[in-house]
Each structure stands twice: as C-alpha cells, then as structure tokens.
C-alpha cells in the first residue's frame, strides 16, 4: 500500500452502546456486576476442582477448564469497556484493538469447541456409561483438551489475519463497545471482499456446526432418557440437559447471527454480541457447575474451612 504514516490510523474510538447517559450508568452498571460474578463464580469453581481430589474425573477437569475460558474471556472485553467508561475515554491503541480482536476469536473459539466436548462427554457418559472410562481415559481427556485450545488458535489466525491486512486511513470510530472484525472492516478503505469471505465462511461454520453436534449429542442423550423409569429421574436428567442448550444456544445463536452474513452491521449487533461475550461467561458456572451436586457440596466444604480460618462461624 502506498498510504502515508500521516493518513494511517494509530487508534481507533470505541464508541460503546447505544444510548442516553442515564442508560450509559445503567449498562455500565449491570457489566460490572456481571463481571464481578464471573471472576468470583469462575474462579471459585476453578479453586474447587483443582483442591478437591474426588472430583478429579473428566466431566469436573471440563467444567474447571470451562470457567477457566470464561474467567478470560471475559476479561478480553469487559475491563476495557469498564475503564473507558470511568476515564470517560473511548480510546483504544490500534495495536490493541487489533490483539483484543485476535483473543476474542482465540478464546472464543475455544470456548466454542469446548461446550461441544461438554455435550460429547455427557453423550459418551450417558448412553455409553459401560465404555466411558475407557473412552474418556485421562490421556484422552488431556488431548482433547488441548485440541480446543488449538482449534480455538487455528480460527483466531483464519479469523483474524485478513482483518491484520487492512489498511485504515479514514474514519477510526468503531461502532461496538470493543474491536471485532466486522465493525473494523466497515472502517478499512483497502477491498475487504477477503476478509469479510473468509469471516463469514469461518465463524459462521464453525459455530453452526458446533452448534449442530451439540443438538445431536443431545438428541442421542434426551431418547436414552426417556427409557428412563422414575419419572423423578427423567425430570431431573431433562431440566439439566434443558439448561444446557439454554446457555449454549445463548452463545452459538448470537455468533451465527452476527458472523454468519457480509459486514453489513445492524443496530441489534451490539446488543446481540453482549451475549455471547458477557452473558454466557456468568451463566456457565450456575448453569453447569452449580447444578451438580457434587460441586456443590465440595464448595460448600471449602468455603466452610476458610470461613472458620478466619473467625467466621459456619454451620
Ligand atoms: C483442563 O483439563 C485437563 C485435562 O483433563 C486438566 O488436566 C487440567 O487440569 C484442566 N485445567 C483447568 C484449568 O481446569
């Protein structure tokens, strides 16, 4: 590009959600409530798995390495949308715009591939209990985990490369509350035809078909329930797998409506993307952690002990 340092973009504006100064509190509010609910929620639900040796089994290593993906996740976006609602700043470097675009993709990626794990493991677990020790060994476990995080890698370099070849020289107001390939590429004055191609072909398909085998898994898990005899249990093993696809259709549902289509950009996108990137992070940890016993209990013991080390009586 023959474009000089002069033209060329050194920062970009964030300009945040729409809205009043009134409803500006109020998002500002209800963002740092919820981000304090994910890092403690997260965090503790990491600390839990990690101390207590009896759940050191593959479904609990999935659940800790879930929160783990939500604890950072989160802190991709939502820290600097804090600050620059305090500082009364909407600045943001343009090597960091870019960066906080590649670590969405990176995690949300693996986050992606991660809750489509979490659908195959409880698949294997529940219509296959008799092989699932041998499937879901600890080697196998460990690899696919590091699989999610590599194809959680893999889409950030596809997703965000083109983005990296643009050339920026005009307007540097970015229409969202953090840098994400479409709103930056609407800003490019270089062709996007590549990469707005390449986005929509790469996170449109990968959250349609994640989405896709974790309806399949389910599927396969709801008909191996309703063999079940006590009505009890099938309520129980229905409202879990009900709010399992509640979370991950809150997550996959947004991802194809925003990336799944040209970078035409739509009022509802900002408020669309507040869900996968803020909602499904503090939603994870009651809707899959804190519904399993085990965890719970586990918790509980935790939190005991070292309310007691402080002074502090607990039942
Ligand atoms: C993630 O899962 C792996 C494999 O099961 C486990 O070894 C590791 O401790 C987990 N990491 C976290 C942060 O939970």
Redesign the pocket.
Known sequence: MTVSNETRVTHFILQGLPGNEDLQIIFFVMFFVMYVLTMAGNLLI?IT??VDSQLHY?MY??L??L??IDLSFSNVTVPKYLLNFILQCKKIDFTNCLTQMFFIHFIGGAECFHLTLMAYDRYVAICNPLRYTTIMN?RV??LL?IATWTGGLLHAFAQAFPTFELSFCGPNEVNHFFCDTHPLSVLACSNTFISETSDMVNSGTLALSCLLLVFLSYAYIISTILKINSAEGRWKAFSTCASHLMVVTLFYGPCIFIYMRPSVTFAADKVVSVFYTIVTPVLNPFIYALRTEKVKKSMKRLLGRNMSFLGIETK
């Open positions: 990491v798995i990690y593959p290593f999935f800790s390495n929160s783990f600890k476990c460990f985990v």
